[in-house]
């Protein structure tokens, strides 16, 4: 199982250098095989990656201009074809993506995501950017709190970010529970908590946040093209 969390904490407020720990031990902790922990901490800022492997999840970050840029990842990417394992000059997935969103923005960088929930930092704005895979298959929670915000892959874990995060029941999602199984997107069993859909971005700066789509299936208009045109582009794509 793999995992990525982080926050952001408001203005005038600091961030302990091991605020990080508490939320990557409870993904650890949903892991019985174990991992290993990849992160990035700055200036009121941490983000963490939790997984078995750089295939599975990882971090990366960089200084531009010397502002720096960081990003987590877990799941699978759908970014440039890997260097063999053997080969030393070999890109993690984590230090592809973060490529492709230096090159291309956040455009580069959601047009790689597959099976992928991303966190990116742009230290130069100020803004955290999270994203949801196409079919939230990796799962996804977030909360603002006072002047901060967290994300994490499990709610286990961002309930233990930094912070006076103080959380309520909402009685509605019980009802759907017992309805039907099932909160659906974007409550949760907090109410100060969220779920965001699948293929969103959701960017935090300051105290502004607004999660829109990034990606959208349409069978408005199907394509009359022949399937052997359709598989190789679909195989294109893939590789």
């Keep these: 199982m793999t995992g990525i969390c982080g926050f952001v904490v408001g203005r005038g407020t600091e961030a302990a250098p091991d605020g990080l720990r508490p939320m990557t031990e409870a993904l650890a902790q949903a ?13 009121g800022v941490g983000l963490a990656a939790f ?24 799941g699978t990417c759908f970014h440039s074809r890997e260097a063999p394992p053997s080969d030393p000059r070999a890109e993690t997935p984590a230090a592809r993506m973060l490529r ?3 090159d291309r923005g956040l455009e580069g960088l959601t ?12 230290g130069r ?7 949801t895979d196409r ?30 995060m103080r959380l309520s029941i909402e009685p509605e999602s019980i009802v759907d529970m017992i309805g039907s199984s099932i909160v659906p997107s974007p409550r ?14 959701l960017p935090r700066r300051g105290d502004r946040d607004e999660s829109a789509p990034y990606w959208d299936i349409s069978f408005a208009s199907p394509s009359r093209e022949p399937e052997r045109v359709l598989a190789s582009r679909l195989r294109e794509r893939l590789e």
């Design 31 to 43: 892991t019985p095989g174990g991992g290993r922990v990849q992160s990035f901490v700055g200036p």
């Design 100 to 102: 492709a969103y230096l």
């Design 125 to 131: 704005t100020g803004t955290l950017h999270v994203a």
């Design 135 to 164: 079919f939230r298959i990796q799962p996804i929670v977030f909360a603002v709190y006072g002047d901060s915000f967290a994300f994490a892959s499990r709610m286990a874990s961002l309930r233990r970010a930094p912070g006076a």
């Design 51 to 74: 997984g078995a492997s750089d295939s599975d999840s990882g971090a990366a970050h960089a200084e531009v201009n010397a502002v720096p840029v960081a990003l987590v990842f877990s």
């Design 188 to 201: 949760t069993i907090y109410r100060e908590v969220e779920n965001p859909p699948p293929a969103h971005l």
């Design 111 to 122: 047009r790689g995501i597959g099976e992928t929930s991303v966190a990116v930092w742009a």
